[in-house]
């Protein structure tokens, strides 16, 4: 592994004014996950100690915390999913465990000297702006001041179970995908998963053969490919460890590979998707033996308007006797389990929902109020905006990670985190230099997400078709439609003629 970097100290803060410090802003980081640590590791590589962190949870992680179910692993190769100043060498395949995301995000925490700076089981409620400064308010009723806030909270954070009548009646256990139950087991039991999502093609390969009957209610299925997985064993870490520059050289592949992968996503590509939909649907044949069931999951829309799953064996599981597959919404709940929209019972002792998150309620349930009283939950209300997905007008001082259209559909969000943290950091050091406030322009962020819906127009994300990153009228909120390497670019430099100082 490479050398890890020495720990830095926060030296004592200078005196305060307005919020701010006489040399640099407080920043107040909302968020333990990958974006969390990614601000917090760039503040403090880059000079900036005066910070806090604050974790809902009881470890950081974020969504590697809180998705424990049985099987829950990465669907993007570990070499890229990590940060690219500390490469991992130990990973147990190619595609990490959440066991082992999870440990190698704890231990990014402490190398880098950002685990004492996070207050564990401090939930956010409110942030509101006012006198240049940001007042953060704690579920506890404590309220702190910060001169600068950094929401990375992500896109993937609030479990979504749907508004399903008579839920509460079941007289079985019930729990969201993101809400494990460890205390409850599955062995012997009838089990009824609902969705179709990444979540659930991890989950059901994992549990088949230990449940008595296996009910997958699935109304939207995705198109599955290979997952070219494979063990790492210990030759492979020791020359990683050992050989300079080789663990470097396996990173950098691997991201390439990836980014290969963009120009798919646009529409004059279409027929090169048609012959990758074919391949998709022979693999289909292959796994599965019954014509029927090959109906049921194969999707009605075109390859990469969502996302593509990764898994060599979630049609097999499908295809067992003792599993059942549903392609209905459920309508209601008996004591018994669910009941379908074309009447079918479902009779089940366990109920798990991976059915995603609200990811159109971004910083939900948190309130923010920006300047003038202005609620980013209204001025949101027709789907979220952001300029490069970091910054909002109205909102000074404020920055995001995995903002709105920026999520990575073709390489590894970590990529994307990294450029935001250290566009964040640049701003925050430009208000190092002067005080006060910073605030995106409203042309610069109008005039952006025009740019956004032209480009998005000529993309797959736009053919229609059922997914997390639309909003209920179908507009794409969610996804960074480019190559990585073309936000990168986007991101590097801070210009602060496109914001408008306040003293």
């Known amino acids: 592994m490479p050398r890890p970097n020495r720990a830095w100290v926060a030296p004592p803060a200078a005196p305060s004014v307005g919020g701010m410090t006489a040399t640099t802003p407080t920043v ?30 009881d470890s950081v992680g974020g969504v590697w915390r809180a998705n424990a179910y049985p099987g829950a692993a990465c669907d993007v190769p570990s070499p890229i999913y990590s940060f690219s100043y500390a490469l991992e060498t130990r990973w ?61 909270t992500g896109q993937l954070s609030r479990p979504r179970i749907p508004e399903v009548p008579d839920r509460s009646s079941f007289a079985g256990a019930q729990f969201h995908s993101a809400e494990w139950d460890p205390a409850v087991s599955l062995r012997g039991k009838r089990v009824a998963v609902v969705g179709s999502g990444a979540s659930a093609i991890q989950l059901v390969p994992a549990i088949v053969d230990e449940v008595d009957r296996l ?74 033996r019954d014509p029927a069931l090959r109906a049921v999951v ?58 995603g998150f609200t990811a159109d ?42 903002g709105p259209n920026t999520g990575s559909i073709t390489n590894t ?10 566009y964040a950091r640049m701003a925050i050091q430009h208000l190092a230099t002067r005080g006060g406030r910073l605030e995106v322009r409203a042309e610069v962020q109008n005039d952006y997400q025009r740019w956004l819906d032209r480009r998005l127009r000529a993309t797959v994300f736009t053919s229609g078709c059922p997914g997390w990153y639309h909003t209920a009228t179908g507009r794409v909120f969610a996804v960074w439609p480019g190559s990585h390497l073309e936000y990168a670019r986007r991101t590097a430099r801070f210009d602060p003629a496109d914001y408008t100082p306040g003293a």
């Open 298 to 355: 194969t999707p009605d829309y075109k390859v990469g308007c969502n996302r593509i799953l990764p898994s060599n064996d979630w049609y097999p599981a499908l295809d067992r006797s003792h599993v059942s597959v549903h392609p209905h919404a459920v309508a209601r709940m008996t004591p018994q389990g669910p009941v379908l929209a074309d009447g079918t019972v479902v009779e089940a002792d366990v109920v798990v929902w991976c059915t």
């Open 413 to 422: 969000i970590t990529y994307l985190l990294e450029k935001q943290a250290r």
């Open 215 to 288: 009910h997958v209610i699935a109304r939207s299925p995705n198109w599955v490919a290979n997952k070219c997985d494979h063990a790492t064993g210990g030759p492979l870490h020791a020359l990683l460890r050992r050989v300079p520059g080789l663990a470097r050289l396996q990173h950098n592949a691997e991201w390439l590979w990836f980014e290969s992968r963009v120009p798919m996503i646009f529409n004059r590509l279409d027929p090169v998707r048609t012959v990758f939909q074919a391949w998709l649907r022979a693999k289909i044949r292959r796994e599965i």
């Open 92 to 152: 147990s395949a190619r595609y990490g465990s959440q066991p082992e995301i999870h440990a190698y995000l704890r231990r990014c925490a402490d190398r880098f000297g950002i685990t004492p700076k996070i207050r564990f089981g401090a939930e956010v409620v409110a942030a509101t702006f006012a006198d240049d400064g940001w007042s953060v308010e704690l579920a506890s009723g404590e309220v702190r001041r910060f001169g600068a806030l950094i929401c990375a």
């Open 361 to 402: 309620e971004y910083l939900a349930p948190i309130r923010i109020t920006g300047r003038d009283g202005r609620l980013l939950h209204t001025e949101w209300k027709d789907g979220p905006e952001a300029y490069l997905g970091i910054t909002v007008a109205g909102f000074p001082n404020m920055f995001l990670l995995f």
């Open 28 to 57: 107040a980081i909302i968020g333990a996950g990958f974006g969390g640590l990614a601000a917090a590791i760039e503040l403090g590589r880059n000079g900036i100690h005066d910070f806090e962190v604050f974790e809902r949870g």
